[in-house]
């Protein structure tokens, strides 16, 4: 037995750190969207067949194994899909093997939220061979006790995110509608940059962070507008990942000037993405990326669900 879970990108529309916690963590208010592009993850009993033996007996003794066809991506431990099904298995007393495998097509390093997605995927796979003990309240509980930004791919929609990312809020109808069905080029260099490096950046910069009352400010303004989507995008980490890695605002620049798109950085980088007018061909952006950028770049269409 099998199953296998779309895992999906996402976007930051609206990022507003506020500032740095006590424990670490920042502070932050951000409208976030899943995509219809991402990863895939199967999960099987491990004594489900064939397809899910070489997994199960890479790791002998483990509850829990992983494989990826992306190399380089770390399989063990410390992977959050495997943090996932421990999780997963200490709420809901599962103990029978499962061997997952993750087909990954989201860039790693990019600000995606690629890590947490699957994560996700795992938690929605182990539940459904389970039976489906666990209630979504309850999953959303036990994914943003994961990492900041998985508690939002739960809600499987556009979200408010507070906090350090694990507090969301559905958008209002009429703000989720505007969004839906938002066609965006999602592009990378061929660098990552590291989210603890943009925070610590942000950090030692200290002028970057937003006060949390203008934060909700211009937030609400744009959901009781009206507005296009276009006049949501901000993102103050930029101003920390654009001063070391230059190419990043000198594209999006061109891509405004040029192309006369609205564009902006995900999350920390080093992905950015632009909003696609209704019919507007996606070749000459793509092939202004890729000039910039060479070959190299990773570049790929996808929607908003």
Known sequence: MGVAIFSPAKINLYLAVTGRRADGYHELVSVAAPLDFGDEVRAGSGEGGPSFAKATEGRAGSQFSLECDRSGLPVDESNLVLKAARAFAAATGWDRPVAFRLTKRIPLGAGLGGGSSNAVAALRALNRLAGGPLAEARLAELAAALGSDCALFVAGAAVVMRGRGERIEALPGAAGRRLAGQRVLLFMPSFAISTAWAYGRMAARGSDYVPAAAAEARLGAWLAGGVPAGELLFNNMEAAAFEKFVALPVLLARL?????????????????FALLPAEASAGPVTACIREAWGPAAFVQEARIV
Request: aromatic share 0%; net charge positive; proline share 0%.
């Open 256 to 272: 405004r000037r040029d192309h006369g798109l609205v564009a902006g950085m995900s999350g920390s980088g080093s992905a950015c």
